[in-house]
């Protein structure tokens, strides 16, 4: 079955270090993208991206960086600079960038801090 | 800029019908969705509808749109505890493809 795949589940960040967010997904979807959800706040959009090689920051993407080097994959890396990542990730795709395509979600990554 | 509100709590009795509602400021919405997220889970796509319809049923689901008041709602009938989850509201504009989320409606089905 094809879908979106986040790991790990949980994660834990030590101050000072990077750590990063896997996200796959064999939709054959052009477009994917990083949220972050607080609670009470609903999604933040961090970074997206319509095709390979390019991606653009989206409202919150101070402290992250993203690359899209494959089609089916957009890793997410939280920055010693984002000084509060705890938070729920979810990584998203679109078949492409129209309007009428719905995204798809994976199941989301917890980060917490040690 | 573009806006989606929705209650943040909704509390029904098992077997009765929820509604849930959104409303958004942005004019030239042209697809506006609804998703559902269930406890340490992704968002899943419930229905979705464009703004030239009214309404649009799906089994249990029921969206209606009214583009006067731009006003969209969920009705899920006989609503089950299973049906305990978030639901997020969310618009696309015409020239665009990122939807805009709401903050998502808490909705806690009890005996």
């Known amino acids: 079955d094809g879908g979106i795949t986040q790991s790990p589940k949980y994660l834990f960040r030590k101050e000072g270090q990077n750590v990063t967010l896997s996200c796959e997904q064999n939709?054959?979807?052009?477009?994917m993208y990083w949220y972050r959800q607080d609670p009470g706040q609903g999604l933040r959009l961090i970074y997206y991206?319509?095709?390979?090689?390019?991606?653009q920051k989206g409202d919150i993407a101070e402290g992250y960086s993203v690359s899209r080097e494959k089609k089916e994959s957009f890793p997410l890396t939280v920055t010693s600079a984002q000084k509060n990542p705890t938070a729920f990730y979810l990584c998203?795709?679109?078949?492409?960038?129209?309007?009428?395509?719905?995204?798809?979600f994976g199941d989301g990554t917890r980060l917490s801090i040690l | 800029g573009e806006d989606v509100e929705q209650s943040l709590f909704l509390s029904v009795r098992e077997g009765d019908s929820s509604v849930i509602n959104c409303t958004y400021t942005d004019s030239s919405s042209t697809y506006l969705y609804w998703y559902k997220q269930e406890p340490g889970a992704g968002l899943q796509l419930l229905t979705y509808i464009f703004s030239n319809m009214d309404m649009k049923q799906d089994q249990r689901l029921t969206v209606l749109l009214n583009k006067k008041d731009k006003h969209l709602s969920l009705r899920i009938a006989d609503t089950q505890t299973g049906d305990s989850a978030i639901y997020f509201c969310a618009e696309t504009e015409g020239g665009s493809y990122i939807p805009t989320f709401g903050r998502g409606t808490s909705l806690i089905v009890h005996p």
């Open positions: 939709l054959n979807h052009d477009a």
């Open positions: 998203a795709s679109s078949i492409g960038t129209a309007g009428t395509q719905p995204q798809h």
């Open positions: 991206s319509q095709i390979v090689n390019d991606f």
